[in-house]
């Protein structure tokens, strides 16, 4: 069988040395391994740099609104679970403006991955604090530093029992795409919070800074375990990288839909008459 | 010179500043006197005061008169007959002209020789060659005697007083009607209304010889005939006009601080008033708005117990001039005692009003005075605009219906109450729409079920109560502006007496009924029996409903609730016997077949006609009911129905639902649908089908959450940054919102864009059966399977691309909210932007070509009633009611883009009204930009819907 090539002729707008071409990369080697043709991959994204990657790899896709990736994601699931649904957002886009919508992606459980470029800074709006930005980091906007606490998307997810949690360093490809793998091939929603250099507005949070204050997950350890999982994801001085958490048993939300119980057809395939109706209402 | 040979001749009174020795005269007066020069004689009418005779001569000099063979004395009052004596002597020829009254008047009156007079008939004629004179007696206008002479060939009607006005001017002719319509006024007002009967009669006289120039004897000569007949017909003919005169004097600001207080109420109530300090006003002014004020208010302070002198001069002065005011009111204040509001009633006997007696205060009005003044106010705006509502009563069909509405407490299962009920009157054959309000909170408030029962099909909402059903005592005080002196009571009399309505009240306490059976919970069903008694409605159907209805709950509930049915039934059988005459509503054994549906369901129904299988909302009042019904039949129809986490999510979802080839519906109102507007940008970015139904209701911000109104159109009509093309739909009524909910789906695959439907509180709780709807398959899909190469934006013709979905196909679907090139890709290319805004926007002229014709109602060309959405129902109702040659009522459901012939069919508009339920009359701007013609509106932004009572009122107003 041909390779699938998932490049597209599309200029890419990032800046030279950016952590996205890194994900970028990673993404399409993974989903060329999937096996998975084109037509049936869709990339949902809101807006921001990490949310422009859809634009560059050869797929379906729908780039819509700051901070709305998660409901076009979710329904576009639901109404067709036969089509492979990944989304590729931002620290602000996902845990910023769109910071409802995550929380009840979670409690939603669809059936897709979710794949945050996190470099801790605002890059498409050139260089403001963002929600994971380190406490006391000057911005042009946080003059005197930022004052409020990181939010912690690993803990965060975990508390509300997602169905998979994990964390990458782009500073390592082939671990990365090792992950990534993993999230994609996950029954359920999959959560991968990569952690990436911003090289033009973060000049804390660089390569180095990531090496130094990471550390892999040991061999043997049990993502299922959930108080585990939370003291894992509570570390923050150096941060644990690999799959955190793994939440087995949940039903994803494509299989409780009641459309889906006796008939597995994606809805576009399926008639609509107006018979039915006729038996309820005079037509 | 008035014609040839025709002169005025009479004399200016400049100085002149009363008449009659009480009258003012602000601007002096005239005494005109006519000369009329025959081929063969010589005529003079009317001659002026004896004090100004010497300008009579010397006229009549410079004519260089030598003869006179007529001298006519149209009038036998002082001021234009006075120079008769002398006039007659120094033109020994002369015969004096006059009715046999006038005669015995002139020679009781001055030194006339018996011999020179001669007496004419009613409508005798003399000849002055080829001039002819007819006299046509006008008596009683203002004395017994007074008569015209109508000058045949010229047709110049010499009127003497009846026409006249105070006015010493050196014009001879009327130029403006503006600088006369007051001094004519105040003379009529002043001398000629209490003859108001008599002056109608003579218009219709003299009318039939059509004058052309009407000359009276005071001010200045009339070309614009109809002008002048039109006002005397308008102020003498029996209608008022709204108007609330205060007419007031204080002595120690007591009685003034009431009046202020009474003033600034009346305002508020919406009456037109005007204030007199009748201690500083001349009596004339007081006058003259008596001419046609419908309503006179007079406060007066306590002065040696009656009324204060200046006050008892000014009404017993108005009193004779007997206006044909239909209210007065009186209120005033005393120190310690007397009866001013008896002498008051003494004074008023030549009025034909009601005189109501409202508020004295002791002293300085106090907290309860102002309490009972407000009271006071209510009435006399009640009353007042009463008058010119049974105006429009008296034109009304003669139809016979029954219209009941049921009140209780929140929580106190009126609507399980209205379910059933409604299903047996439609099992019955009956024609009725019902609606309901609530207040927003989940226990207690007032919650109320309007249903009309009718013969015809009326699905307006009616104002009118004929029984009225408390379920609660607390709840008739809500209902109280819908209550009139007909509606029958049935619920707790004290409350009733309490309120201080003298109805007709049937003592029930339907709780007390429910609690002896075990339960107060039954009392709902105690009150749908006994509906079913007072209609005479077999039982058997009731119970079969309420063996169904509760078979869940267990026997027990069961039989008491069958137990309930019953003594309701006989309940309603014994008010059915102390209520005589109701109307007996004929039935139609059609309407069993009929659908019965609310409008919630009816969007429901609607979308899933057109092939709604994806719906994500927030609940948000009043749309939940779409939400709620979908969920329902989500089963049955493959719907996958989402409660989003909130109205952002809620439209990306159906966006994201569409893209992968759902038909996909959002549901919201008023705050909720400002959360999605991004979202509907999206939606005309990326040229995805979407439909967003917006149940309107009452803000700005919370608002009224549980109220009705139509205040987001503009909202909605500019939902959204950038420019791209929408349909604004608001469906008329129950049928059509199946049918245009439809239509919105189908539209929204058509053109690829968001398709809105406009409805709001009223409409998704109405509820009445009606026929069936028509819905014709569509099977078109909409969506083709894509090949290799396929473009999402491909450019076309019509600017509308071929739209594929993932997975289906071998090609590449690719939506952005950026500007895109044709495959999907952001780009910053400057002339494809240009290419992709053209073909975005392109569409909206196929659009518009389609654009729904206004429901067209009436055929009349001058006056144009224009409505949209929910009002359909009441404004038909209206309209049909008034029945004027004139009106042709145009009611919209698409709101955007407008009709293209809009513009067509107001082009013969001499008035174009607009009615809506907003305050700045969204949808009458359109109208005027659409038309570029003026547009008057009608306005209703309370919360609640339009009553027919209400529109019918509102329209008649307007149409002359």
Sequence with gaps: MNKIDFSNQTEIAWCPGCGNFGIHLVLKKVLEETKLKPENIVLVSGIGQAAK???????????????????????????????????????????????????????????????????????????????????????????????????????????????????????DLKETKEILQKAIYHKGLSIVDILQPCVTFNKINTFEWFKENTYYLEKDYNPENKENAILKALETEKMPLGIIYISKKKKTFEEMQNVYQKNKNPLFKRKRNLEKLKKIIKI | MIKKNIYSVGAIDWDRKLFDELIYLPDGTSYNSYLIIGSKKTALIDTVDITKTEELILNLEKLNIKNI????????????????????????????????????????????????????????????????????????????????????????????????????????FVKDTKEIELPAKRYYAEIMMPFRNYI?????????????????????????????????????????????????????????????????????????????????TEIGQLAIEMVDASTLIIASPTFLGGLHPIVSTTVSTLNKLKPKTKIIGFIGSKEWGGEAFKEFENITNNFEAEVILGEISTGIPKKENFKKLNE???????????????????????????????????????????????????????????????????????????????????RGNLKKIDILLALDKNTIEHLKERIDENTIIIGNKEEVRKL???????????????????????????????????????????????????????????????????????????????????????????????????????????????????????????????????????????????????EISAINMCLGASFAGARSLTNTSGGGFALMCEGVSLAGMIETPLVIHVAQRPGPATGLPTRTAQEDLNLVMHAGHGEFARIVYAPKNLKSAVEITNKAFIDSQKYQIPVFILTDQYFMENLYP??????????????????????????????????????????????????????????????????????????????????????????GNEIIIIGWGSTFETIKEAVEKIDNKKIKYLHYEQLYPIYPGTKDLLKSAKKIIVIEGNATGQFAELIKKETNKEVIKILKYNGLQFFVEEVMQEITERLD
Aim: glycine content about 6%; aromatic content about 8%; hydrophobic content about 35%.
């Design chain 2, 770 to 859: 009606f026929e069936k709807i028509e819905i014709k398959e569509d099977k078109e899909k909409y969506i083709i399977e894509s090949k290799k190469d396929y473009q999402r934006y491909a450019f076309t013709e019509s600017g509308i691309s071929p739209r594929a979905i993932p997975g289906f196909g071998k090609g590449l679907v690719c939506v952005d909210s950026d500007e895109h090139d044709q495959t999907g890709h952001i780009t910053e290319d400057f002339s494809l932007r240009i290419k992709m805004v053209k073909k975005r926007l392109k569409r909206i002229e196929d659009i518009t070509f389609e654009s729904l014709k206004p429901t067209i109602i009436g055929k």
């Design chain 2, 500 to 646: 201080g309505l003298k109805n007709k009240t049937i003592d029930v306490s339907f709780k007390e009924i429910a609690e002896k059976i075990g339960n107060k919970v039954f009392a709902n069903t105690v009150a749908t029996g006994t509906l079913l008694g007072i209609l005479n409605i077999n039982k058997k159907y009731f119970i079969k409903q309420l063996k169904e209805s509760f078979s869940k709950k267990g026997k027990e509930i069961v039989l008491k609730n069958i137990q309930a049915a019953e003594k309701g039934i006989l309940k309603g059988k014994e008010i059915l016997k102390i209520v005589k005459n109701l109307p007996k509503i004929k039935k139609n054994k059609q309407i069993k077949l009929n659908n019965l549906f609310t409008g919630a369901q009816a969007i429901a129904y609607g979308a899933i006609a057109g092939g709604c299988d994806f719906i994500s909302a927030y609940p948000m009042s009043p749309s939940t009911g779409v939400l709620q019904n979908l969920a329902k039949l989500r089963e049955n129809f493959d719907i996958i129905v989402e409660q989003a986490e909130d």
């Design chain 2, 200 to 280: 109608l009669k003579n218009l219709e006289k003299i009318k039939e010889y059509n004058p052309k120039i009407i000359a009276p004897s005071h001010g200045k000569i009339y070309q614009d005939v109809d002008w002048i007949i039109d006002k005397y017909y308008n102020w003498s003919k029996k209608e008022t006009k709204p108007k609330i005169i205060i007419g007031y004097t204080s002595m120690h600001g007591s009685t003034k601080k009431m009046v202020e207080y009474l003033t600034s109420k009346l305002i508020n109530q919406g009456n037109k008033v005007k204030e007199y300090n009748l201690t500083t």
């Design chain 1, 53 to 171: 990657t859809p634009q560059y790899i050869n797929t379906n896709f729908f780039n819509g609104l700051h901070g709305r990736s998660l409901p076009p994601a979710t329904a576009i699931k639901a109404v067709n679970p036969d089509l492979k649904v990944i989304v590729t957002s931002g620290d602000g886009d996902m845990y910023g403006e769109g910071g409802n919508h995550f929380l009840h992606a979670i409690r939603r459980n669809p059936d897709i991955t979710i794949i945050v470029h996190n470099n801790m800074i605002y890059g498409l709006t050139k260089g403001q604090a963002s929600p994971t930005s380190k406490k006391g980091m000057k911005t042009i906007v946080q003059t005197t530093g930022v004052i409020l606490e990181p939010l912690n998307p690993i803990s965060l997810a975990i508390s509300l029992d997602a169905s998979f949690v994990a964390r990458a360093n782009i500073g």
């Design chain 2, 69 to 172: 063979d007529y001298i006519i004395s149209n009038h036998a009052e002082q001021d234009h007959s006075g120079s008769i004596p002398i006039i007659l002597n120094k033109f020994p020829k002369a015969k004096l002209i006059c009715n046999p009254l006038c005669k015995k008047i002139l020679l009781d009156e001055m030194v006339i020789e018996e011999k020179r007079i001669q007496v004419i008939k009613d409508l005798e004629e003399i000849s002055l060659g080829d001039k002819t004179l007819k006299f046509i007696y006008t008596p009683w206008v203002h004395w017994p005697e007074t008569m015209s002479t109508f000058l045949k060939e010229d047709k110049i009607l010499f009127s003497c007083d009846f026409f006249g006005a105070h006015l010493a001017t050196s014009e001879l």
């Design chain 2, 376 to 458: 006071f106010s209510k009435i006399i705006t009640e009353k007042t605009k009463e008058l010119f509502k049974k105006e429009i009563k008296n034109k009304k069909i003669d139809e016979k219906e029954l219209s009941i509405v049921l009140s209780g407490e929140a929580g106190q299962g009126l609507v399980s109450v209205q379910n059933v009920l409604l299903k047996i009157l439609k099992e019955e054959g009956f024609y009725f729409s019902s609606n309901s309000e609530y207040m927003s909170r989940v226990r207690g408030g007032v919650n109320t079920i309007s249903i009309r029962l009718t013969e015809k099909e009326r």
